[in-house]
């Protein structure tokens, strides 16, 4: 079935670099996201990354994706206070329009 | 700005008394979505409409109902609301659904309403 998987917390300096991964089940998936939700807040779209690629790279944020494993890491450069919330990893399968499967999130704390 | 609206952000109601939760998108998306999002948990799929479509996810109760009267707009009935209803509510939209490269697929997410059950 479909799953995806992340781990819970992550916690880091300031100014360092963050690594936050996930595992996905189904290898039929298209698209693979990364939403970051704030408290209190709807999900906002940080990027994605197509099936075929390996890496995609955006100012601070870079995507690798190791599709033989099922592997997605979203690895965000230079964090800041502002980077701390949840970060929710997302795969998208296509059953009549677009469903997308959530992990659990990864709650990214920055220590000063 | 083009956008996901949800309204109310906050919504209280008692056990059993019907709600609605409204949403709205200037985006003209063909698909739009409603998630639930318990606390601490990841966003669950309910169900979605696909132009005037309506897809049900095989495990919604019965309990959640869903028009969406013209493109625009979508709403969530919870006819019965219980204790385990708690839980904010997630509207998104996509332009399309049918998968390629083009990826018109990406959805767009309000910012949520939260369901408190007295």
């Known amino acids: 079935g479909e799953d995806v998987e992340q781990s819970l917390f992550l916690s880091v300096r300031e100014g360092d670099s963050s690594v936050i991964n996930c595992t996905y089940t189904?290898?039929?998936?298209?698209?693979l996201y990364w939403y970051k939700q704030e408290p209190g807040a709807g999900l906002q779209l940080l990027t994605y990354i197509f099936s075929n690629m390996d890496m995609k790279q955006d100012q601070r944020l870079t995507v690798l994706l190791n599709k033989k494993d099922k592997h997605l890491s979203l690895r965000i450069a230079d964090t800041q206070t502002g980077d701390s919330a949840i970060y929710f990893c997302?795969?998208?399968?296509?059953?009549?329009?677009?469903?997308?499967?959530f992990g659990q999130g990864t709650r990214l704390t920055i220590n000063p | 700005d083009a956008m996901v609206i949800q309204n109310p952000r906050y919504q209280v109601t008692q056990f059993g008394k019907p709600v609605t939760l409204s949403c709205s998108q200037t985006?003209?998306?063909?698909?739009m979505y409603w998630y639930q999002q318990k606390s601490s948990q990841a966003p669950k799929l309910l169900f979605h409409y696909y132009d005037k479509d309506f897809n049900n996810e095989a495990d919604t109760p019965d309990n959640f109902q869903s028009r969406r009267p013209n493109t625009s707009f979508c709403f969530l009935d919870i006819r019965s609301p219980g204790l385990g209803d708690a839980a904010m509510y997630l509207c998104?939209?996509?332009?399309?659904?049918?998968?390629?490269?083009?990826?018109?697929?990406?959805?767009?997410f309000g910012p949520g309403t939260r369901l408190t059950v007295l």
């Open positions: 998104a939209t996509s332009r399309d659904g049918s998968g390629g490269a083009l990826n018109t697929d990406t959805q767009y």
């Open positions: 985006l003209n998306h063909n698909v």
């Open positions: 189904d290898s039929s998936s298209t698209y």
């Open positions: 997302a795969e998208s399968l296509i059953q009549g329009a677009q469903k997308l499967v």
